[in-house]
């Protein structure tokens, strides 16, 4: 009797364990915590030398992560920044609160990019991802809570060019809540998830953002639901090609043609992830009050950021 107890007691870790996707994460191998004891961490993007920024919305403050995996504060007073992305060596952050998209530095905000000057019907810009031309697509949701939903009420998905003060283009205006987004590698195709749907939305926006029909089309469902709700957040692809979409189940992974091809569980419910590590095999996850790491055996993209 004492010999079954302990070959139980042995066995049981081996199945409580994550089964792991294969080509993806290995079986066992779980999130690591980096830091705790934020409000609501969100926008990470990888730093060229193996960091990482990330934002603190209700704080007001962003992030960096140093290879070593030191935490220091970069910036203060950051308007609700959400989405973070690199571009020539500058940051750039949707400013929910603030209502604007800024470009700046360590040391603060340099420029306002966007803000209801030139778009007047901005609600809360959440996140947005450079094109290898230049420009940003970035999400808006708008500032209304998600719940209790609002029947007809859509986000606005949007194209800024490279030349500051262009008005941006608007891509989409029919997505419920629009919030996460990324390109495929070859940029054709803009991928778009809805808090509030099942569906991951694609655009062709290749060769060129179009002044007239963009061809939207659906890329996967989403299989985990949260009481009728994906709640998919940010995202991130691989060199594989493979998506990455926080949801209200956990970190919900795609093959580049859709296909569903399992989740990663994290200790808290993620709202964004990010490639970095000096060999892109580094997932890290923003969740909640928290910022975990996961030991990949896919790697990220070989482009600058996400």
């Known amino acids: 009797m004492r010999i079954t107890l302990l070959l139980a007691a042995l066995a049981l870790p081996l199945w409580a364990q994550s089964p792991g996707i294969p080509g993806v994460v290995a079986a066992g191998v779980e999130p690591e915590l980096v830091k705790d004891g934020f409000m609501f961490t969100e926008g990470p993007v990888g730093t060229p030398e193996g960091g990482l920024y990330f934002t603190d919305i209700r704080a007001n403050k962003i992030y960096k992560i140093d290879p070593e995996g030191k935490v220091t504060t970069v910036r203060m007073n950051t308007g609700g920044a959400n989405g973070l992305a690199l571009n020539g060596g500058e940051l750039y952050a949707a400013e929910g609160t603030a209502k604007l998209i800024s470009r700046g530095n360590q040391n603060g905000r340099n420029t306002t990019v966007i803000d209801i000057t030139n778009a007047p019907l901005l609600g809360a810009p959440n996140d947005l991802i450079f094109d290898a031309k230049g420009g940003f697509y970035f999400t808006d949701p708008g500032a209304t809570p998600m719940f209790p939903k609002v029947a007809g009420q859509f986000g606005k998905v949007y194209y800024v060019a490279t030349s500051v003060g262009i008005p941006p283009y608007p891509i989409d205006d029919k997505i419920t809540r629009p919030n996460g987004l990324t390109l495929t590698l070859d940029g054709r195709f803009l991928l778009v998830d809805d808090t509030l749907g099942d569906t991951i939305w694609s655009f062709d926006v290749q060769p060129k953002v179009k002044s007239k029909g963009i061809k939207k089309t659906e890329f996967a469902k989403i299989p985990l639901l949260t009481d009728g709700e994906s709640l998919a957040d940010g995202m991130a692809i691989d060199r594989e090609g493979r998506?990455?979409?926080?949801?209200?189940?956990?970190?919900?992974?795609?093959?580049?043609?859709?296909?569903?091809?399992?989740?990663i569980k994290v200790?808290?419910?993620?709202?964004?992830?990010?490639?970095?590590?000096?060999?892109?095999?580094?997932?890290?996850?923003?969740?909640?009050?928290?910022?975990?790491?996961?030991?990949?055996?896919?790697?990220?993209p070989e482009r600058q950021g996400k």
């Open 267 to 300: 200790p808290k419910q993620p709202s964004n992830v990010a490639f970095s590590g000096p060999d892109k095999k580094t997932l890290y996850i923003t969740a909640r009050e928290a910022v975990y790491k996961l030991k990949m055996l896919s790697q990220g």
């Open 243 to 263: 998506l990455y979409v926080t949801t209200g189940a956990g970190i919900q992974v795609f093959d580049k043609k859709g296909k569903s091809l399992g989740n």
